[in-house]
């Protein structure tokens, strides 16, 4: 086709000259023969390129805190870090090798080096259906949803729960990913308060309070992060009906599920739930020991069909946002779930239960210290008595200081919003344990100031 060209000029009244009649401002321009119309627009002057408002509004509390921080270790100690989340870090809590031959085996088979399905693979979804399935919450392959670790299933539950304007309760001090994710999506995040003397349970009363016609998503977490709390089934079945009263879905984040110390139990909240749907979120980094696989998965409990086909559609269109899971793991997952010892799951309960109590114990005889026993989880809280210690403004200052004596760092609960706390991860080895509950006596030694007679005397 031979191709043209054509000068195009325009009268005073807006109008083409030649191969144009409109006088709208649209040119006809005319390109191997075709005639394509484009609008008359001014061109940029120079370059200014900006980030979106979502990533504007994206921002980590912990990584705001903890970067902003003077962290300058003791030269003279060896530092102990008590505030990754990595079970791994150490090297001290290895998964088990039943776990590491289902991936050398589904490595081996060459069957997984391609793409999956955007919701994983069937037969790995149905894995993860059996496993979790039980006669008060059955599930089906259907009701599972493979993701890019724990983080992107919470991502994901949101997404297709909440739009911009609308608000979701958080726990308070909870896992700060829910903020930094809501936020960014134009989201309002609604902190209900968790109570460290009844062992970190919800304050239900605060909690009902904050639901309004907006609220589209009630976020518990349990067992919890950074509170290490187990809930009861009372308190489960409390909750529920907070939910159920004002017609409020739950996202439940379960990635601790089991991971309960002996003594204790804590239903999931599907096995409790007779008409409130919950998205239960979870998957393989903390109780499998391997967080970097990055394999995670949403339940999907519906109750009395109030999901539907719509809630489950719009999780298959947002996980083809990116291509899920890796297929490797989800090659391997079956196996992984079904030959994982008992006794693997025995042995970290009780590595964790007696770190736990070596913290409790050595910190609650501390001046100023007020560690929260855990019931579950890999994390101890410990409140600090900010009036005895002057030489500190707050939680953070603490932390910071206890690093640049002590070579010990802790993680300051401001990056969970609730201040004059800090976590404790329980997962190094006993006798690092030991030796950093010692520095840390030893400092709150150095920097404890008892309250003055005469001080009273003046409240008086």
């Known amino acids: 086709m031979e191709t043209k060209s054509y ?55 912990i990584r705001a805190i903890v970067d902003g921080m003077k962290l300058t270790p003791n030269p003279d100690k060896p530092m102990i870090a008590l505030s990754i989340g990595d079970p791994t870090v150490f090297g001290n809590l290895p998964t088990d090798g039943a776990v590491l031959q289902a991936m050398k085996d589904a490595i081996d088979s060459q069957k997984y080096n391609g793409y999956a399905p955007s919701v994983g693979y069937l037969q790995s979804r149905q ?23 724990c983080s992107q299933a919470i991502d994901l539950a949101i997404s297709v729960l909440c739009n911009p304007g609308d608000n979701i309760l958080v726990p308070c001090p909870g896992f700060s990913l829910y903020k930094t994710l809501a936020v960014s999506m134009g989201i309002e995040v609604r902190l209900y308060n968790l109570l460290p003397e009844k062992s970190w349970e919800v304050d239900l009363q605060h909690m009902e309070s904050l639901i309004d016609e907006k609220t589209s998503c009630l976020i518990v977490t349990n067992p919890s992060n950074p509170c290490g709390s ?55 980094a903390k109780r499998w020991l391997v967080p970097g696989w990055r394999m995670g998965w949403i339940l999907i409990h519906d109750r009395n069909d109030i999901f539907g086909t719509e809630i489950r559609q719009g999780l298959v269109k947002l996980s083809q946002r990116i291509l ?40 609650s005889s501390v001046p100023g210290l007020n560690p929260v026993m855990p019931s579950g989880a890999m994390y101890i809280m410990v409140g600090i008595d900010m009036d005895h210690f002057p030489d ?23 990056a969970f919003e609730y201040p004059n706390f800090f976590r404790i991860v329980v997962t190094v080895p006993e006798e690092m ?28």
């Open 433 to 460: 344990m030991l030796e950093a509950c010692a520095r840390i006596r030893e400092f709150c030694q150095s920097h404890y100031r008892p309250p003055s007679r005469d001080s009273n005397d003046l409240d008086q």
């Open 392 to 414: 500190f403004k707050n939680d953070v200052d603490f932390t910071e200081q206890l690093v640049t004596e002590q070579s010990v760092f802790c993680l300051p609960a401001s």
């Open 324 to 363: 899920g899971a890796c297929s490797i793991v989800q090659g391997a997952l079956e196996r992984i779930l079904n030959n994982t010892p008992q006794s693997f799951y025995n042995n970290t309960i009780g590595f964790l239960k007696s770190n736990s109590e070596i913290c409790f114990s050595e910190l």
């Open 7 to 61: 000068m195009v000029q325009m009268n005073g009244n807006g109008v083409l000259n030649r191969n144009g009649v409109h006088g709208n401002g649209v040119h006809h321009v005319n390109i191997k023969g075709a005639l394509y119309p484009t609008k008359s627009k001014s061109r940029r002057q120079r370059w200014e390129v900006k980030p979106s408002e979502m990533a504007n509004n994206t921002l980590n509390p």
């Open 230 to 284: 187990v809930f009861n089934k009372k308190h489960l079945q409390e909750i529920l009906k907070v939910a159920s009263r004002h017609c409020v879905p739950i996202l439940a984040d379960e990635i601790y599920c089991n991971m309960v110390f002996p003594g204790c139990s804590s239903p999931s909240l599907a096995s409790l739930s007779s008409d409130v749907p919950i998205l239960s979120c979870g998957g393989l």
């Open 127 to 149: 894995a993860v259906a059996n496993f979790y399935s039980c006669p008060e919450a059955p599930l089906e392959a259907e009701d599972v949803i493979l993701t890019s670790g």
